[in-house]
């Protein structure tokens, strides 16, 4: 689809990411920005990024332009950010909407920058910062949260990512502005062909049953209660196998435990994949444990190429996972829990109905999209 099919007209974004993969060409981010690019009249793009990456201010189409804050640190993002907005302001740029990914760091540096250009504020979310568990992972979370009740009223308009986070927004006495409800877009190649060294069932002959868990390994995705599950349920289904496909700074710690637990042989580590359709595709069930999320990509990825869940109640869970139906919900948490419903898997004493949900087209996501960015002009 090409950019011009989806240009509404006259409208100027300024956004505030975070993401750097943005100045990557032929990126999903890139190619996200590219997207967003055809709802505006023009689109600036303030990302956070350290000097010492290398970043150049970039126009990567007529419309849109891309700036890193080039800081020091990454505790100069903030500063950087700002100053970077003055220079926008001064060299002539006009905004009607300043959009930020977070309603932390960024959203704090759109709060300041829209009053700059005088233009209004859109915040995004797609973390479920009230959950307990996340004030609980660290003292700049905690800030984050503070942060986050500050701005938010502020805000025009916001965009959340499941109805989850809006419910929990309600529920903890927020006074919401006009606020979308729009999941992670979510693409599905349901007939692509899958070799036989990507097919899980080939490639891992050994095993009865294959698992498959995919995320970074970072505290809040909580992989250690997966491996710990596993324990209880290779007791009873000793062929059961979990392959753990993701990258992260606990990737050592994960891996210790599993020979602490004597799991060599039924936890297999495949590193990061950017595709993993065979991996749903061939995979018998997918374990999603996380303290907390915004909504769950993996896990719609998952249901929509006929993959049951077992999953933490968090994100997507009541929503694209239906407790009995195309999956298992259980306690955050819970390792018990979560074995045990590992465990009637296995064994075949629960089945699943998964049929393909309907899918948001682009088309209708990113008008969508556009349509929150006009909300906070309203």
């Given at each position: 689809?090409?950019?011009?099919?989806?240009?509404?007209?006259?409208?100027?974004?300024?956004?505030?990411?975070?993401?750097?993969?943005?100045?990557?060409?032929?990126?999903?981010?890139?190619?996200?920005?590219?997207?967003?690019?055809?709802?505006?009249?023009?689109?600036?793009?303030?990302?956070?990024?350290?000097?010492?990456?290398?970043?150049?201010?970039?126009?990567?189409?007529?419309?849109?332009?891309?700036?890193?804050?080039?800081?020091?640190?990454?505790?100069?993002?903030?500063?950087?950010?700002?100053?970077?907005?003055?220079?926008?302001?001064?060299?002539?740029?006009?905004?009607?909407?300043?959009?930020?990914?977070?309603?932390?760091?960024?959203?704090?540096?759109?709060?300041?920058?829209?009053?700059?250009?005088?233009?209004?504020?859109?915040?995004?979310?797609?973390?479920?910062?009230?959950?307990?568990?996340?004030?609980?992972?660290?003292?700049?979370?905690?800030?984050?949260?503070?942060?986050?009740?500050?701005?938010?009223?502020?805000?025009?308009?916001?965009?959340?990512?499941?109805?989850?986070?809006?419910?929990?927004l309600f529920i903890n006495g927020y006074k919401l502005p006009a606020t979308t409800i729009l999941p992670?877009?979510?693409?599905?190649?349901?007939?692509?062909?899958?070799?036989?060294?990507?097919?899980?069932?080939?490639?891992?002959?050994?095993?009865?049953?294959?698992?498959?868990?995919?995320?970074?390994?970072?505290?809040?995705?909580?992989?250690?209660?997966?491996?710990?599950?596993?324990?209880?349920?290779?007791?009873?289904?000793?062929?059961?196998?979990?392959?753990?496909?993701?990258?992260?700074?606990?990737?050592?710690?994960?891996?210790?435990?599993?020979?602490?637990?004597?799991?060599?042989?039924?936890?297999?580590?495949?590193?990061?994949?950017?595709?993993?359709?065979?991996?749903?595709?061939?995979?018998?069930?997918?374990?999603?444990?996380?303290?907390?999320?915004?909504?769950?990509?993996?896990?719609?990825?998952?249901?929509?190429?006929?993959?049951?869940?077992?999953?933490?109640?968090?994100?997507?869970?009541?929503?694209?996972?239906?407790?009995?139906?195309?999956?298992?919900?259980?306690?955050?948490?819970?390792?018990?829990?979560?074995?045990?419903?590992?465990?009637?898997?296995?064994?075949?004493?629960?089945?699943?109905?998964?049929?393909?949900?309907?899918?948001?087209?682009?088309?209708?996501?990113?008008?969508?999209?556009?349509?929150?960015?006009?909300?906070?002009?309203?």
């Open positions: 689809m090409s950019v011009s099919l989806w240009y509404y007209g006259q409208m100027k974004v300024l956004m505030i990411s975070s993401d750097r993969k943005v100045f990557e060409k032929g990126s999903a981010v890139r190619s996200r920005i590219l997207e967003y690019g055809g709802l505006a009249d023009e689109l600036h793009v303030i990302v956070f990024a350290k000097r010492s990456s290398g970043f150049r201010d970039e126009t990567i189409s007529p419309n849109i332009f891309l700036y890193p804050t080039n800081s020091l640190g990454k505790f100069f993002h903030v500063p950087a950010a700002i100053i970077r907005a003055v220079i926008l302001k001064r060299q002539g740029v006009t905004i009607d909407v300043v959009t930020t990914q977070d309603p932390f760091e960024a959203g704090l540096v759109g709060y300041f920058v829209a009053r700059i250009f005088s233009a209004r504020l859109h915040i995004q979310i797609h973390t479920d910062f009230l959950s307990p568990y996340f004030a609980r992972e660290s003292l700049l979370n905690r800030a984050r949260v503070t942060i986050a009740k500050f701005l938010i009223p502020k805000a025009g308009a916001l965009r959340v990512v499941s109805e989850r986070i809006k419910n929990s992670i877009f979510v693409k599905v190649q349901q007939n692509k062909k899958i070799t036989p060294s990507e097919n899980l069932r080939k490639k891992y002959p050994q095993f009865d049953f294959h698992i498959l868990a995919a995320s970074r390994f970072s505290r809040e995705k909580n992989i250690q209660s997966v491996i710990n599950a596993m324990r209880l349920v290779v007791n009873a289904h000793p062929k059961t196998g979990l392959i753990i496909v993701g990258s992260g700074h606990e990737e050592s710690q994960l891996r210790k435990l599993v020979v602490e637990l004597g799991l060599e042989e039924n936890v297999v580590f495949e590193g990061w994949q950017s595709d993993l359709f065979a991996h749903y595709r061939t995979a018998d069930l997918f374990i999603l444990s996380s303290y907390y999320e915004g909504y769950g990509m993996t896990v719609a990825e998952s249901i929509a190429l006929g993959c049951p869940v077992v999953m933490t109640d968090v994100g997507c869970a009541g929503t694209v996972v239906r407790d009995k139906n195309n999956g298992l919900i259980v306690p955050v948490g819970d390792t018990p829990a979560l074995a045990y419903a590992m465990g009637r898997v296995v064994s075949g004493k629960v089945k699943f109905d998964v049929t393909t949900p309907k899918l948001t087209t682009k088309e209708e996501y990113l008008a969508a999209y556009r349509k929150s960015w006009e909300d906070v002009l309203v």
